[in-house]
Nanobody
Framework: QVQLVESGGGLVQAGGSLRLSCATSGRAFSSYTMGWFRQAPGKEREFVAVISWSGGTTYYADSVKGRFTISRDNAKNTVYLEMNSLKAEDTAVYYC???????????????????WGQGTQVTVSS
């Protein structure tokens, strides 16, 4: 069983930055595709970013492209989401997710991921 624990959320002013971390258990971390999703009140969970097992391939939602950066440290079993130029519309609970297989064209789909963290709240004040 894989456990994912997010941290780093909080309250920040518009234009500010936050760095989210997701620590995982299990020796298979380096083989997992890792993703970040978010869910705002009253909205469905949406894809933010994904990174391949090696870190060599990344994809981003259009809404965060150029502002957010996903990265991973396989030696630390941790994936990160660096968020810059934050906007009020970035306010949401952010979830870390792991997929046993590279989801390819289904990388934005919630159903493509096998394990989920509990989420961390990010609030951006305008």
């Amino acid at each position: 069983q894989v456990q994912l624990v997010e941290s780093g959320g909080g309250l920040v002013q518009a234009g500010g930055s936050l760095r989210l971390s997701c620590a995982t258990s299990g020796r298979a971390f380096s083989s997992y595709t890792m993703g970040w999703f978010r869910q705002a009140p009253g909205k469905e969970r949406e894809f933010v970013a994904v990174i391949s097992w090696s870190g060599g391939t990344t994809y981003y939602a259009d809404s965060v492209k150029g502002r957010f950066t996903i990265s991973r440290d396989n030696a630390k079993n941790t994936v990160y989401l660096e968020m810059n130029s934050l906007k009020a519309e970035d306010t949401a609970v952010y979830y870390c997710a792991a997929a046993r297989r590279w989801p390819a064209e289904q990388r934005v789909a919630v159903r493509s991921y096998d394990y989920w963290g509990q989420g961390t709240q990010v609030t951006v004040s305008s």
